[in-house]
């Protein structure tokens, strides 16, 4: 079975940093997607940053000079480290997982979900 666990959100202040923390399992390492997404209440789930084969990420505009997604391999871990946070930023944030058919920015897309992690920013 596959299982993503996501962790490290919490409150912090307006600028500050914070990182979380996807641990996979059950997720086969072949053609396979990481990202993370995040979702305001009444809004739509929107990707935030995603890291497949070949080391390839991709960072949505927003917050590509403040985000980065990184991978543990050994770990089987997907890491986002957030820097210079905004009230805008305060989010679920969801680890998700897309074994094979390539990179995609739509939801349905992404068959693997955890149950998501809060991020709270206050100004």
């Known amino acids: ?12 202040q307006a600028g500050g940093s914070l990182e979380l923390s996807c641990a996979a399992n059950g997720v086969t390492s072949s053609k396979r997607c990481m990202g993370w997404f995040r979702q305001v209440l009444g809004k739509e789930r929107e990707v935030v940053a995603t890291i497949c084969p070949g080391n390839t990420r991709y960072v949505a505009d927003p917050v590509k000079d403040r985000f980065t997604i990184s991978e543990d391999n050994a770990k ?37 979900w955890g149950q998501g992690t809060q991020v709270t920013v206050s100004s």
């Open 1 to 12: 079975q596959v299982q993503l666990v996501e962790s490290g959100g919490g409150s912090v």
């Open 76 to 112: 089987n871990t997907v890491d986002l480290q957030m820097t210079s946070l905004t009230p805008e930023d305060t989010a679920m944030y969801y680890c998700a997982a897309r074994p094979g058919g390539g990179w995609s920015a739509a939801e349905s897309a992404w068959p693997y």
